[in-house]
């Protein structure tokens, strides 16, 4: 990142009005953008959304959506769509073309004209693979009705989730949007426990982390024998911590915490 973007983008949780207003509070007049996902691991309350829309229009600051991840997993459109939000700009990639590489940015007539004071180019402007899986994806996701299965596969994934953790008595808090499920285990050595799940999972065949997406591609059968292999890798967590030989039990080195903002 150039060192002169320092200090330009300034954060606040989702969810949390207060802290958007105290920023607006000290640089209201100089914010030309408010930029968020519309969901990512909590639903959004009941006056968060209204409230951000509102903040957006009385400043004058473009509200922009990143739907890159909730995109096309809650509706066809994009998650904003779900919530009744209505940005200045949305941006999308990922779900929108099933992978292949795309990313589309549309927005308000008011904001898209600012495009035409500026030149983009690139060397694949006129690459077509991207914009013909976009459409294919588009038609099946609406035709198959995908974002809704892709919402039940969550439903039974976390719900099973909830289930092999009650049973093997092993304290895990299930979280995320129901087809980017997640889960932590609740314990001071929970990146460890976590590592330890991959490992045990691998042995049974599974690559597999604390976080599920679901893809159309998921049928009730392999949630069923994938929760079956959490089960027994719950219960062998469970014992594992019991005798205080978790760590022991790895064979490498704890996996990393993934994404962290930097200094
Ligand atoms: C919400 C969200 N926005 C943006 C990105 C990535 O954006 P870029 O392709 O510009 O690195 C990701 C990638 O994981 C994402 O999850």
């Not at 030309?32 to 639903?43: C, H, K, T, W």
């Not at 895990?172 to 889960?183: A, E, K, Y």
């Amino acid at each position: 990142m150039p060192r002169g973007l320092r200090g330009t983008a300034l954060p606040f949780r989702y969810n949390h009005l207060e802290e958007l207003e105290a920023i607006v509070a000290e640089h209201g007049a100089e914010l030309a953008a408010i930029v968020m996902e519309p969901i990512r691991n909590a639903e959004p309350q009941p006056d968060f959304l209204p409230g951000v829309r509102g903040i957006a229009s009385r400043l004058g600051a473009v509200l922009i959506v990143d739907e890159v991840t909730a995109g096309w997993r809650l509706r066809t459109g994009g998650a904003h769509l779900e919530y009744g939000l209505t940005p200045d700009m949305a941006v999308f990639a990922k779900g929108i073309s099933n992978g292949y590489p795309l990313a589309a940015i549309i927005g308000t007539a008011e904001v898209m004209k600012a495009f035409q004071s500026t030149f983009i180019s690139s060397t694949y402007w006129t690459e077509r693979i991207g914009p013909t899986a976009g459409l294919a994806t588009l038609r099946k996701h609406r035709r198959l009705n995908v974002a809704d299965h892709l919402c039940e596969m969550g439903t039974q994934i976390q719900a099973g989730w909830r289930a092999a953790a009650a049973r093997t008595h092993l304290p895990v808090t299930v979280n995320g949007m129901l087809p980017l499920s997640h889960f932590a285990f609740d314990h001071p050595d929970r990146q460890a426990l976590r590592t330890l799940f991959t490992q045990i999972m691998l042995e049974k065949g599974f690559l597999a982390t604390n976080a599920l997406y679901a893809a159309y591609a998921h049928r009730a059968h392999h949630v069923q024998s994938y929760l079956a292999a959490v089960e027994e890798a719950f219960g062998e967590i469970a014992e594992a911590l019991a005798r205080g030989e978790a760590a022991q039990r790895l064979k490498g080195p704890v996996a990393h915490t993934g994404f962290r903002r930097l200094a």
